[in-house]
């Protein structure tokens, strides 16, 4: 597993070794003692969530308050996104900064998106599955969003064809500056 640091420290790409040949492929997807190295800590995963996207649909930017805050390991097992963690970790060095990364069926990235971070993907492709594990239970109450674009964050997001798809409710999250700080 090679594990590639990111402009964010706490967020950490994992790319498995793919064996592969004439029936198909193999890798690896999870090690926790390979995980639990990476990130320098314990993490014990509790859920795990499986979406299904068309072209252009942008889901996030999404993010749980304490005590309910979420650890995700994400990745695309069909097509591909465009997936992006912000800090919004409170007295962070790189508090509002974003990472983004390309998950694809065919690179078998995952990304680590620690909690204190709010996350979201664009689809690139024609359609992706997205896939996830979680470190806490999805918790209603406790759910929050920052607006995808935001020009206090700046993401460059990727340019497609097809208009960025919403769900009613991303489409009026706040603004970093107007967030509950975790």
Not at 122 to 134: D, G, I, N, P, R
Request: glycine share 6%.
């Amino acid at each position: 597993m090679n594990i590639i640091r990111t402009e964010i420290p706490d967020v950490l790409i994992f790319e498995p070794k793919v064996f592969g040949d004439s029936r198909g492929f193999f890798f690896e997807s999870f090690n926790k003692k390979i995980f639990d190295e990476a990130v320098n800590r314990n993490v014990e995963f509790v859920q795990d969530n499986h979406s299904l996207s068309a072209k252009g649909v942008l889901r996030g930017l999404h993010y749980q308050i304490e005590p309910f805050a979420q650890g995700k390991l994400v990745r695309c097992i069909e097509g591909e996104v465009f997936d992006v963690a912000v800090d919004i970790r409170d007295g962070s060095p790189t508090y509002g900064k974003w990472v983004g990364v390309v998950l694809s069926a065919d690179n078998h990235r995952q990304l680590w998106i620690p909690e204190g971070f709010a996350h979201g993907f664009l689809t690139l492709s024609e359609q992706a599955q997205f896939v996830y594990k979680t470190t806490n239970y999805y918790h209603p109450q406790s759910d929050r969003g920052i607006f995808w674009n935001d020009p206090d964050i700046n993401i460059q997001w990727p340019s497609i064809d097809v208009p960025v798809n919403l769900s009613e409710k991303d489409k009026v999250q706040p603004s970093l500056k107007n967030i509950v700080k975790v």
